[in-house]
């Protein structure tokens, strides 16, 4: 797959900034326990400190979350993106569903891991998007920002889909899209062909890859 182009427009935050956009990212779209709701307030202060809009999606997100019941966060989750195929966090999904060639695509994203010397678990399908915005955040800033970039098109329509179901978790994708680029023709097209088609259904096993859930020593790491 060719490397992406540069950015279409000047960046709004410094690098800093956006893995720390990816850092809290990467945490808000892991499911609800109370192991991670009692990171919410570290998290709305480490929030506070990035401007702009990512600042302001990631805050408004946060400050939903703390006002709201666990249990009925927690099902509000598995509702959001389990349940619904247009809104699942694993990237290759909406191109391959559950077919052969998705076994293949993920491999890029097992190698990508390796060759920062990051150490796979069994746990978790290494496209899980809140994985790969661990990797980019901690562990590979560039490898993982050409994952991002390479997904643009499925992060927008999940962007979009989480919209449209009036999701809190759309304010999440509307600060991780700050730090990518914007879509350009070929990726509305992508976007609008992915969201008529819809992911393929052959269903075959796959071997289960997964990222370190040791990732965010200060902040806390995925289970």
């Known amino acids: 797959m060719p490397l992406r182009r540069a950015r279409t427009r000047a960046p709004e935050l410094t690098p800093e900034q956006e893995r720390l956009v990816w850092r809290i990212a990467a945490l808000a779209l892991d499911y609800p326990d109370a192991e991670l709701l009692g990171l919410v307030p570290q998290l709305s202060d480490a929030a506070q400190t990035i401007p702009g809009r990512a600042g302001l999606a990631l805050r408004a997100f946060l400050d939903d979350v703390a006002g709201r019941d666990p249990i009925a966060l927690a099902a509000d989750y598995v509702e959001t993106f389990d349940l619904r195929r247009r809104s699942c966090l694993h990237l290759t999904y909406y191109a391959y569903g559950d077919t052969r060639k998705r076994g293949m695509a993920l491999l890029r994203f097992k190698h990508a891991y390796r060759t920062a010397g990051v150490e796979l678990g069994d746990h978790e399908l290494p ?34 889909s989480l919209h449209d179901n009036g999701s ?17 023709e070929v990726d509305r ?12 259904e052959e269903e075959v096993g796959l071997d289960p890859f997964a990222m370190d859930p040791s990732l965010l020593p200060d902040i806390g790491g995925r289970k």
């Open 168 to 184: 809190g978790y759309a304010s999440v994708l509307d600060a991780i899209s700050v730090t990518l680029p914007d879509l350009d």
């Open 189 to 200: 097209g992508r976007v609008a062909a992915l969201a008529a088609e819809g992911p393929p």
């Open 127 to 160: 496209d899980h998007l809140a994985v790969v915005l661990e990797f980019a955040a901690t562990a590979d800033p560039e490898g993982g920002r050409r994952l991002l970039m390479d997904h643009l098109p499925v992060i927008e329509l999940l962007r979009l």
